[in-house]
């Protein structure tokens, strides 16, 4: 078992230093600080900090990436076009009050951009967005689900490609998600980035992102 603390001042290259030295070659530790997982993962490690544990993930598939590349694209214009705040694809921490969670894709409003560190977003996103794979699935609709709930993120996207579904939660007054419907054009249009409609069968059979650009009036 991998165990540290953290003295204060270290600086972060010594803290990495220190961390990767304490590690065997090919070995994943096992519990670590907050810090010492940020020391310890590089911009190719895909993994999870929960309660003081590192988790893995595992290899997205192809149609995960085809998705994810989509939707960042075109979120990404969105947002940029109408000065509304940030896109985050994987890998980018989001750190919660007891994990440190990795979405596929996150949005984050300007009124929130003081959350966004260096290397990790310090608090809940507006939107986050989980594209589902059978390994990742049940971790998605329980521990991630309730996670996003308690910490206050206002819009949590399940977009599952096997069965092709499409999922949207809005966080209620009561501090609870409700499932919003789609609209009768098989569209949804999101609360936390303002007049974004998303017409649900691009996630299947994606238009080219020019195509989609313009009926969302970008170019």
């Not at 204060?8 to 519990?31: I, T, Y």
């Not at 993930?57 to 939707?71: G, K, Y």
């Not at 069965?163 to 009561?174: C, I, K, T, V």
Request: with cysteine.
């Amino acid at each position: 078992m991998f165990e540290m603390l953290v003295e204060p001042g270290v600086a972060p290259d010594d803290l990495r230093q220190r961390v990767l030295a304490a590690v065997q070659p090919g070995e994943r530790p096992r519990r670590m600080t907050f810090e010492e997982f940020l020391a310890w993962a590089d911009e190719d490690t895909h993994a999870e900090w929960v309660d003081g544990e590192v988790r893995m993930s595992s290899p997205a598939s192809d149609q995960h990436q085809d998705i994810a590349r989509f939707l960042t694209a075109i979120l990404s214009a969105y947002v940029e076009a109408h000065h509304l705040g940030i896109i985050r694809p994987a890998p980018f921490q989001m750190r919660l009050a007891q994990s440190s969670r990795e979405p596929d894709l996150i949005f984050l409003a300007n009124a929130h951009l003081t959350r966004r560190k260096p290397t990790y977003l310090d608090g809940p996103a507006d939107v986050v967005i989980e594209i589902l794979s059978p390994e990742s699935a049940t971790r998605d609709r329980g521990e991630k689900f309730f996670e996003y709930e308690a910490a206050g993120v206002p819009e949590y996207w399940l977009i599952d490609p096997l069965r092709q579904q499409a999922e949207f939660y809005l966080l209620g007054s009561d501090g609870h998600y409700r499932p919003a419907l789609a609209e009768a054009e098989g569209s949804f249009t999101s609360r936390a980035i303002p007049g974004c409609t998303l017409r649900i069968a691009w996630l299947w059979q994606p238009p080219t992102v020019l195509e989609a650009l313009r009926e969302l009036r970008i170019v």
